[in-house]
């Protein structure tokens, strides 16, 4: 069972090596991204077939693919944290400030008001809103779909539509 | 094994779901990682004791790798739970486009959105709740655990060569 252990891990560590090389490399992170997933997809099954033949049953490759997809997704969620959360960005700024920094600096730069003009200008630029005549408008499908499904997993989950209700 | 792990797996991820929704619902999504990992392991633990009873004992290997992966589905769970429970600004800004179609959203209503929206003060409390951040008077401060995460992250940042966002 170790080998079986084995060649999920190795495929991991070999999806987790060549995402950030891709990424440094190319300077897109989407494309670091998409091969990191395409080693798991087909990794994972062969490094068990060929690493872990004893083991190579239909059942044992598709729990096998699940916990690397799992494993994959969990890293993805980790790196995209890193790189977009505003809890880590704030902690940045305290950190940037030798460690410590009062409210009110720290709020001069984050504050919602900074947060969602910020947030409407990447919207704009990236062509998801547009500004006419004073008014946003959404123009963005996928936001449109994105946004649903989060409402409706939120509904089903708590029974609210939003956090703040 | 992998097809007797493979079925008690399936349900115990989907009876876990549902149980887990009730959970939430009642709870108003309090407690809900807890609720997440006390839940998932509860049932497969429960599906493996009724396993051993009708068919026969699992071994120690199977048990192994019955929680592993429960728990990288837990982990799963709770990072797709996150997404839910805390709204992000741009979801949060698309849903209050969207419900003032086919009007527009105008600059006051904006003032208004950002009122009833407090997101930064939301994450500020997170930060204070999880120990990351100690305030003390008007200061904030980093813990032992934010500086330990931080320069992990940097090490991360330098590797990938990625200039940080802020705002």
Redesign the interface.
């Known amino acids: 069972?170790l080998t079986f252990y084995l060649a999920i891990l190795i495929t991991l560590v070999s999806a987790i090596f060549l995402d950030?090389l891709v990424?440094?490399v190319s300077?897109h992170?989407l494309y670091?991204y998409a091969t990191s997933l395409g080693i798991i997809f087909m990794g994972c099954p062969l490094a068990v077939l060929f690493n872990a033949p004893e083991?190579a049953?239909l059942?044992?490759l598709?729990?096998a693919l699940?916990?690397g997809l799992?494993?994959w997704?969990?890293y993805l969620?980790v790196?995209q944290a890193?790189?977009?959360s505003?809890?880590?960005?704030?902690?940045?700024?305290?950190?940037t400030n030798g460690?410590?920094?009062?409210?009110?600096k720290?709020?001069d730069?984050?504050?919602?008001?900074?947060?969602?003009t910020?947030?409407?200008k990447r919207?704009e630029e990236g062509k998801?809103?547009v500004k006419?005549e004073?008014?946003?408008?959404?123009q963005?499908k996928k936001?449109?779909k994105?946004?649903h499904f989060?409402?409706v997993?939120?509904k089903?989950?708590?029974?609210?539509?939003?956090?703040?209700e | 094994m992998f097809l007797d792990l493979f079925i008690i797996l399936l349900f115990a991820i989907v009876g876990g779901i549902g149980i887990n929704i009730l959970l939430l619902r009642a709870l108003r999504g309090r407690h809900a990682y807890s609720v997440t990992i006390a839940g998932f392991n509860g049932i497969l633990a429960g599906i493996l004791l009724l396993h051993s009873f009708l068919l026969e004992d699992a071994s120690v290997v199977d048990l192994s790798f019955a929680f592993l992966f429960m728990n990288s589905y837990i982990a799963v769970h709770c990072l797709v739970l996150v997404g839910v429970l805390n709204d992000s600004p741009t979801l949060a800004i698309v849903k209050t486009l969207m419900k003032k179609e086919p009007d527009g959203l105008s600059e006051n209503e904006l003032n208004d959105f950002i009122r009833s929206h407090p997101f930064v003060s939301s994450r500020l409390m997170a930060l204070n709740t999880t120990g990351d951040l100690k305030k003390e008077g008007a200061r904030y401060y980093l813990t032992p655990r934010s500086k330990v995460i931080l320069f992990i992250i940097e090490i991360y940042q330098n590797i990938i060569v990625r200039d940080r966002e802020t705002g």
């Not at chain 1, 730069?109 to 969602?116: G, M, P, Q, R, V």
């Not at chain 1, 089903?156 to 703040?164: K, L």
């Open positions: 069972m950030l990424t440094r300077g992170r670091g083991y049953t059942f044992s598709i729990l699940g916990l799992m494993w997704f969990i969620n790196v890193v790189e977009s505003l809890r880590l960005r704030m902690l940045f700024e305290v950190k460690g410590s920094l009062t409210e009110t720290l709020r730069t984050y504050n919602d008001k900074t947060l969602i910020l947030r409407l919207l998801s809103i006419k004073g008014k946003y408008y959404l963005s936001l449109r994105a946004a989060f409402t997993l939120k089903i989950s708590t029974g609210r539509s939003s956090q703040f």
